[in-house]
């Protein structure tokens, strides 16, 4: 570790120095003058230089971890350390946070063809879930991080924004098979420099090259390294080609757009072919194209039917890879398994986080898991913490805003939504389901509201919300036009144009057709993705209808309630028995 001078200063360290020298050399005076007229033996004067001697460095550690206060000694605060909180202030800000903390933004590319940002981004991204995993150390997410990418903004600003207290930064430089990374620790308090390191490499050699940086920040943090090294995770690759064609397929699908979909696909499976092995592009993979399968209606069956290829093949080859098994949970609850879902989330899930930390975002997928179970109370502080985690992912809100509206908190689920409109990315999405939230308020204005915040994004010669918002004042027009599109070629297979409609029939007070509808989405989609939506105020009224338990029974709910406890919205009456509101 690399020592400055001006911190030897700060901890009094040099002040010490100079005072030893100058009281032990008054000493060793006093001494030689004491020994004659004492009769001391002739060794006192030399055991007395050598006892100062061997003090010298004592005193120096002793300097360097320890301090006087008014309250006494105590152990110096380092300067990777925060500043503790003042006595009634929030600890809010980069000087006042509770526990070592650290974001990683972005490497900058500085090639001379700029043409290695997927690189540095994922260099960052591994970087960041490597230091996640170490006990103590409070890692900003990546989307957060990440939302920096290009500004020229202050690092006490992104500091407090993201409320930590030190931020790693540094670039990428690639020419020919060399790569050199430079990387840097900045104090945000203050902005000085606490550590940096250039790292010539080889291309090809990324892991090590991330495992030497995470280990010198560890380093200069004053923590430990937790075992586990990301590169050697089941299912990853080691190749710096395929890993390249990684990234660039996650970046796309990341967009969330019809057009990206196949583009993401090809950068994917341009990765598997570099590397066969890399078991986790194939999970990837297979997510998108279960993904797609609902945002390209005309390739779902195909699509289906290849991630499921995908799985397979990631399981023969990585069956320990935590993604692999999340992958796998994910399959069972299609296959309307949702107790076997349960025992994975609910037994095996905790063990890989212990494992593999921040990584495998464990707080956000058991989150997820128990919405979709209709465990809305007990999701929330799990979406709480992954919110807490990575305050600026974009992809986090809607579900946290979820999660505060089917607990009762329309106020807080509501400002979720806006804060989530105002940001950039996934917005079709977003737009949509803030839409769908203020349907089940019944909120006139509220309503009027998202529909022209959805029509900004996907305004369309044709869309569903258009059609049925322009009928609010006519809801029995409204109820016969939800019949009629719902028999209407693509709409009649297509299982979101389903779930859409099954909303606004909610809406207009026709919970038996919204029970069609939502039946047609949980038979013919992703039940792993589309399962929350039967869990939505709008359908309230849908839920209390008998053949909504039937519902529930055939996708294998009921099963799962029996084994692991029933929700928020269904109880058991009797043995056999039970209901739902």
């Known amino acids: 570790m690399k020592i400055s001078f001006s911190e030897l200063r700060r901890r009094h360290v040099v002040r010490v120095a100079i005072a030893y020298v100058i009281v032990a050399w008054l000493v060793v005076q006093l001494v030689n003058n004491l020994v004659a007229p004492l009769h001391l033996p002739d060794w006192t004067a030399t055991l007395v ?110 500091a407090e924004k993201l409320g930590v207290a030190n931020v790693l930064e540094g670039s990428v430089r690639k020419s020919g098979d060399k790569i050199r990374i430079t990387a840097q620790l900045i104090k945000a308090a203050d902005g000085y420099h606490l550590w940096s390191q250039n790292y010539d490499r080889k291309f090809e050699d990324i892991f090590a090259i991330q495992d030497e940086i995470a280990a010198a ?46 583009r993401a696909i090809e950068h994917l499976q341009r990765a598997i072919v570099v590397d066969p092995s890399f078991a986790n592009a194939l999970i990837q993979l297979g997510q998108i194209y279960s993904n797609g399968a609902s945002i390209v209606p005309e390739r779902s069956e195909e699509w289906h039917r290849k991630a499921e290829e995908a799985l397979e093949q990631a399981r023969k080859l990585a069956p320990d890879s935590p993604l692999v098994q999340i992958a796998s949970a994910a399959r069972d609850m299609n296959h309307r398994q949702w107790r076997a879902a349960g025992d994975f989330y609910h037994n095996e899930l905790p063990k890989l986080a212990e494992k593999y930390g921040a990584g495998i975002q464990s707080d956000f997928q058991t989150g997820q898991f128990l919405m979709r179970v209709g465990r809305i109370r007990e999701a929330l502080p799990y979406q709480e913490r992954a919110h807490s985690a990575d305050p600026l992912n974009v992809f986090l809100l809607p579900y946290l805003a979820d999660a505060y509206l089917e607990t009762g908190n329309m106020a807080a689920g509501m400002a979720e939504y806006d804060r989530a409109a105002g940001m950039g990315g996934f917005q079709l999405a977003i737009r949509g389901s803030g839409m769908v939230a203020a349907l089940g308020t019944h909120d006139r204005q509220l309503i009027e509201k998202w529909l022209a915040l959805s029509l900004e994004i996907n305004p369309g010669p044709f869309n569903i919300n258009a059609t049925l918002g322009a009928l609010l004042d006519d809801p029995a027009a409204a109820r016969q036009e939800v019949r009629r599109l719902m028999s209407t070629p693509p709409m009649d297979r297509d299982s979101l144009s389903a779930i859409v409609l099954a909303y606004w029939a909610g809406y207009y007070d026709d919970p038996e057709l919204a029970l069609v509808l939502a039946r047609r989405t949980l038979e013919s989609a992703d039940l792993s993705l589309q399962s929350f939506v039967i869990w939505r105020t709008v359908f309230r009224d849908m839920r209390r209808l008998p053949g909504f338990k039937d519902l529930m029974r055939d996708i294998g709910m009921v099963d799962y309630w029996k084994t692991y406890g029933w929700g928020d919205f269904c109880r058991p009456v009797g043995d056999n028995d039970f209901e739902c509101e």
């Open 217 to 262: 920040v560890a380093t200069a943090l004053e923590v430990t390294l937790g075992v586990g090294q990301l590169g050697r995770i089941p299912g990853m690759t080691r190749s710096a080609e395929a890993y390249d064609e990684y990234l660039k397929g996650v970046a796309l699908h990341m967009r969330y757009e019809p057009d990206t979909y196949p």
């Open 49 to 158: 230089v050598v006892l100062l001697a061997v003090g010298f460095p004592v005193a120096l550690v002793l300097a360097w971890a320890f301090e006087m206060t008014p309250e006494g000694v105590k152990r110096t605060v380092g300067s990777t350390d925060p500043a503790p909180a003042a006595a009634g202030k929030p600890a809010s800000s980069a000087e006042t946070a509770v526990a070592p903390s650290i974001a990683v933004l972005p490497f900058a590319d500085m090639s001379p063809d700029k043409d290695q940002e997927y690189f540095s981004d994922g260099l960052s991204e591994e970087l960041l879930n490597k230091l996640a995993r170490i006990k103590g150390l409070q890692v900003a997410g990546r989307t957060s991080s990440f939302h920096f990418k290009g500004m020229n903004e202050d690092i006490r600003t992104i």
